[in-house]
């Protein structure tokens, strides 16, 4: 069935620090992939996307990596900062209207 | 930067009462969607819609609930007879295009409780 999860639910890193969130998917035929920041009281924040015809895409300060051989997911953040402490969500299109959305991992940045 | 409004950002209802929450998309967007996301856990996919009409709905999305665009700017979601489990957070979002072309911008949700 389709399901997007994620290894841990939480995860602590050190200011400056490189932060890695996975997410692990398992329909193979989503082709479009999206990780959101929640922060407490907010809605979904767009970050950054990737297609299936990509396996690597970077933003600012931010990379995400698509490997579809074992349906895994990653979202790398470089130089992590306090600002970036929230809840992040991996989400997968199969190309209808839906987006499933993954468990969640909450990121501590530790001044 | 243009935003996806919700009202109100707390709803305290009676359960069995009906409860509209309402939203203002982004203005040249034509897809809408609501979520809901449980306390502690992740957002579900409740309904797409776009020109007019549903175009897809999940499980959760039973009879129970309604979407409308009653005008031009505003998108409502309709919970006829409120459960206790209906208590979420429910979040609206809007895309200029499918959302399986680009990303959906997310309002900051209702927060529903049924007592």
């Known amino acids: 069935g389709e399901s997007v999860g994620l290894h841990l639910p939480t995860l602590s890193v050190q200011e400056g620090d490189n932060s890695i969130i996975n997410c692990a998917y398992s329909n193979s035929a989503s082709d479009y992939f999206i990780w959101y920041k929640q922060e407490s009281g907010k809605g979904p924040q767009f970050i950054i996307d990737i297609r299936s015809n990509m396996d690597k895409r970077q933003g600012q300060r931010v990379t995400v990596l698509l490997n579809k051989t074992v349906k895994h997911l990653s979202l790398q953040i470089a130089a992590t900062q306090p600002g970036d402490s929230a809840v992040y969500f991996c989400?997968?299109?199969?190309?209808?209207?839906?987006?499933?959305f993954g468990a969640g991992t909450r990121l501590f940045v530790k001044a | 930067e243009p935003e996806v409004t919700q009202t109100p950002s707390h709803q305290v209802t009676q359960m069995g009462q009906e409860v509209i929450l309402r939203c203002v998309p982004i203005s040249n967007h034509l897809y809408f969607y609501w979520y809901r996301q449980i306390l502690g856990q992740k957002v579900e996919f409740l309904v797409s819609?776009?020109?007019?009409?549903?175009?897809?709905k999940s499980e959760i999305f039973d009879d129970q609930f309604s979407v409308e665009r009653p005008d031009g700017s505003n998108f409502t979601l309709k919970i006829r007879s409120t459960k206790l489990e209906d208590s979420a957070m429910y979040f609206c979002?809007?895309?200029?295009?499918?959302?399986?072309?680009?990303?959906?911008?997310f309002g900051d949700g209702t927060r529903l409780s049924i007592l």
């Open positions: 979002a809007s895309s200029e295009q499918a959302s399986s072309n680009q990303p959906q911008h």
């Open positions: 989400a997968e299109n199969t190309g209808g209207f839906k987006t499933i």
């Open positions: 819609f776009y020109n007019n009409e549903i175009s897809e």
